[in-house]
């Protein structure tokens, strides 16, 4: 069955329904609401919206500068031709979406006021801690120099210049903060006025190539708009976009906070995420920060690492007689340290969790080679005049260490050996796996929201059969002027009625509260228990290593001879991937939010069950003979479902503090772990007292009282019956054409 036809069986039945308002209108408004019954145009576009969602296929890339991510997207998109420019610096890499448009185009984001003022910010803070590190440089040094027996004048010049130079290799070290100045230093020499940059956000051209040439001036190194640009959405009209949107994250230490977090939440909608790292650099410490964005998302997702370059390692120890021996053994090494490296990685930081855990037990599969400039010389093997200087040298390397696998008179076998090194189709079969993984799943998830509307909307149909068929039965068998007895009868026993309904309706009402606070005062403890737990396993340590001068006449002497006179220090100190903390307390308040929320509707079913179980038997003895079984029914389902259950609303955002982006180490992770240590410390009371502002709210909008309600409910409907009554054969034939149209109703 498609979602077409239950559209047009929901139609159906609305179209029934909607024509019968006079007669049942309220019936149906409740079961509607109880049993989640959409409008027609509401499950079309439910439908429509999760086959779009599912629709583009998203690709993550990752990976460092110089990583060779360009290259591999040229490779799988633009068939080779250099159309994606290459990162101008880490720091500057802009995030940029590609996908498929009518025309080359390409919308640029500009870092915002509140953005450049966050730079800014950092970019101060940077400085004063540089002044400071200056000053305490010079005072070791000129310390140092006086303490020296030899009495030599002091050369303040000199001592300054080294002073600063020290200074700025040690604040280097706090990455955040510095690329902020690199950053905001960029911006001062740029010469462009920011409040005039939305004029020159549209770019559009008549080709790729053309396109590219434009984009540099937003991306490239010395580019106008560069130190501006924050995201670059790209639109070609290329068959190899169609239906996917590549998703190319920006390098680390990110100095805008918005910007990171946009790319780690772009990164958790990814079906299948590239890892895109140098075979002669694999997996180095670059990688695993920027590998810090991945965080754990529900669904598919698959993880390839992509060794890159694999043409430089050919030569030296790894070289063979045979091309595909020598790409096994380097692909074996690199499978090596890949489990090695990532299970290191596990150990000394724990907040990654899970992540990585399918990529470490099956690595090996997970790993492919790849060589984009190989793709390129493969694809333009004709047109070698054309080769740029990096292109002739890696041919000229390949066919004097390989000459029996690439040879300009041998083009076929020339070919299929560049074709082996780039290997872009064994990653094009990973997205064909990847799409038809998804496509299965979608497949599914429509199937089941399909099954699950139907046996509501065949629920929805019984409804209206068979409150048509009550109907006509309580018109044959009731009269005016009984109806009018039971009319004065019921006003006579308001009071009645006021005594024994509402305060077992006040002691319902409390108990009610006392359970929902409790039941979601419980949840929440238990979450937090943990969550704590996650938070504190959330830290990890580096060694680092560095060289201290030695004090003395000697140790200067050792110094200038022989390159002596220093003792090598180390410190463990504090390191946290700040993503997949943040990921992890986000993860947790989802938790809380989705448990909470249960607990509310689990509780509010409790209040209608025990609202219904205990007040039934009381109007019964109230009304005594004048009792009708089911219009009581039908007026307490009416005065139950009139008591608001509004939804629960956590909304408790993270602090400024727990903002920061990449892997921090030393000071900055330890000023990031005391904010996350805060937050979850002091998260225990901010939830409870959502908590109990929802409970105060639900005890406000809830009636004090329900007899009234409940006798206006039964009147209404008595006098609605009169009505009918009055009009039988009428009514009687019209619900009975009723029941008929609506039996005919089928899928």
Request: aromatic share 6%.
């Amino acid at each position: 069955m498609n979602h077409q036809t239950l559209v047009a069986f929901s139609e159906k039945l609305h179209q029934l329904a909607e024509s019968n308002q006079d007669l049942f209108a309220r019936e149906i408004e409740q079961f509607k609401r109880m049993n989640g019954i959409d409008q027609p145009e509401q499950l079309a576009q439910a439908c429509q919206a999760l086959q779009e969602q599912n629709r583009l296929m998203n690709i993550g890339i990752v990976g460092r500068v110089k990583a060779g991510k360009s290259s591999l997207l040229n490779a799988l998109v633009f068939e080779g031709e250099p159309i994606l420019p290459k990162a101008a610096t880490p720091m500057t890499a802009a995030l940029t979406t590609i996908t498929w448009g009518e025309v080359f185009k390409a919308r640029v984001e500009f870092y915002s006021e509140a953005d450049i003022a966050s730079i800014r910010s950092k970019a101060d803070q940077f400085e004063q801690r540089l002044a400071k590190r200056q000053a305490d440089c010079l005072e070791e040094l000129v310390q140092r120099r006086r303490a020296q027996p030899n009495g030599a004048p002091l050369d303040m010049q000199q001592l300054t210049t080294m002073a600063n130079k020290k200074a700025m290799n040690d604040l280097q070290r706090e990455e955040g903060l510095f690329a902020a100045h690199d950053q905001y230093q960029r911006m001062k020499s740029a010469g462009v006025d920011a409040a005039s940059l939305h004029l020159h956000s549209e770019i559009e051209a008549a080709t790729p190539q053309q396109l590219a040439e434009r984009l540099h001036n937003y991306v490239g190194a010395s580019g106008t708009y560069m130190p501006f640009t924050k995201t670059v959405h790209v639109a070609m009209p290329l068959e190899a976009l169609r239906d996917i949107c590549i998703i190319d994250t920006p390098g680390m230490n990110d100095p805008v906070q918005s910007r990171e977090e946009r790319t780690v939440e772009l990164l958790k909608t990814c079906d299948v995420v590239f890892i895109v790292t140098p075979a002669g650099q694999f997996l180095n410490e670059q990688d695993l920060e920027v590998m810090g964005r991945i965080t754990q998302k529900e669904g598919i997702q698959e993880l390839v690492l992509v060794a890159s370059q694999i043409d430089t390692q050919l030569y030296g120890s790894e070289k063979r007689a045979r091309l595909g021996d020598a790409i096994e053994a380097i692909r074996g090494q690199l499978s090596v340290r890949a489990q090695s490296t990532l299970a290191d990685l596990k150990q000394s930081s724990p907040e990654v969790g899970s992540v990585f855990d399918s990529l470490i037990s099956s690595v090996h599969r997970n790993l492919l080679h790849s060589s984009g400039l190989c793709y390129s010389l493969n694809r333009r093997f004709d047109s070698q005049e054309v080769w740029d200087s990096n292109e002739q040298v890696t041919w000229d390397n390949l066919s004097s260490n390989y000459p029996d696998y690439f040879n300009r008179d041998n083009r076929e076998l020339s070919l299929g050996s560049l074709d082996s090194l780039a290997n872009i189709e064994a990653i094009r079969a990973v997205l064909a796996q990847v799409r038809a993984k998804k496509a299965e799943i979608t497949r599914d998830k429509l199937g089941n929201l399909l099954a699950r509307k139907q046996k509501n909307l065949e629920a929805f149909k019984a409804l209206i059969v068979n409150l048509a068929r009550s109907q006509i039965g309580q018109i044959q068998n009731a009269n005016v002027d009984q109806l009018d007895e039971q009319l004065r009868s019921l006003e006579s026993k308001r009071l009645d009625l006021s005594v024994e309904l509402d305060v077992h309706f006040k002691y319902i009402m409390s108990d009610y509260r006392q359970k929902l606070r409790d039941k979601m005062r419980e949840a929440a403890a238990r979450l937090l228990r943990e969550s704590k737990s996650a938070i504190s396993d959330a830290q990890g340590t580096y060694t680092a290593t560095y060289t201290v001068e030695n004090d003395g006449i000697g140790s200067w002497f050792a110094r200038k001879l022989w390159g002596g006179g220093t003792t090598e220090k180390t410190e463990v100190r504090a390191k946290i991937i700040s993503s997949q903390v943040i990921s992890t307390i986000s993860e947790f308040m989802n938790d809380i939010q989705d448990e909470l929320g249960y607990e509310v509707e689990q509780s509010h079913r409790w209040l209608n069950e025990e609202l219904a179980r205990i007040l039934t038997p009381k109007i019964r003895e109230v009304l005594d003979k004048d009792a009708n079984g089911q219009m009581i029914k039908q007026a307490i389902i009416a005065i139950i479902q009139s008591i608001p259950d509004d939804d629960f609303d956590l909304n408790l955002p993270l602090p400024e503090s727990l903002k920061s982006s990449g892997t921090l180490k030393g000071y900055e992770a330890e000023r990031f772990k005391d904010a996350a240590d805060d937050f979850i410390g002091s998260l225990g009371s901010k939830v409870k007292n959502k908590i109990s502002s929802f409970v105060n709210s639900v005890e406000r909008k809830a009636p004090a009282t329900i007899s009234d309600s409940f006798v206006d409910e039964i009147q209404h409907r008595i006098n609605l019956l009169k009505g009918q009554v009055n009009n039988a054969a009428q009514t009687i034939d019209r619900l009975e054409r009723l029941v008929r149209k609506t039996e005919e109703v089928s899928l």
